[in-house]
């Protein structure tokens, strides 16, 4: 099923930003995937983002992404008119065989990256933990992880945590 809502706060368990400018956002990290590559899990909250016809996504918009997807056009037209973006990324997503188990939600996923931000912080050597945040947050969208591995890796990054504060007193 597809919604489309005009309110940027509704609680989505994964929101896909769409881009055809692949170059402004290489730089920070929002690597943009082929549409027809995309996997969504079942039974979850999916928004798609589409940006304005004269700018597309402005990078605070993109950093709101879980991940960004593209609509591989050829080099002649690199940019879709926003109707047909919107009507083709609806035909491509009404045939994209949904995974079979179960996700993380949300809340999970959230809990997961701010143990990872804690984390990044806390290691000194680190001299962008904001660029390597966000970077994690994308990996984690496009592995569509599910709960076992987020708490999996939660748990880890908490007793990796745990020992540099012991060390640090």
Known sequence: NISVFTCRDFPFDLVIGTTSAIYRFRKDLNDPIPLRRLKLPKNRR???VFGRESIGLKREEA???DLLVTIET???TPALNLS?????ALYQISNIPLTTYEP???QEKRRLLE???LLTTLLTVIRKPKKMQLAFKRMLSRALASKEEVECVN???RFAIKKIRKSCW
């Open 46 to 48: 999916v928004a798609l």
């Open 63 to 65: 950093a709101k992404c």
């Open 74 to 76: 050829n080099q002649e």
């Open 84 to 88: 047909h973006a919107v009507a083709i």
């Open 104 to 106: 993380a939600k949300a």
């Open 115 to 117: 143990t990872f931000a």
């Open 155 to 157: 748990g880890v990054l």
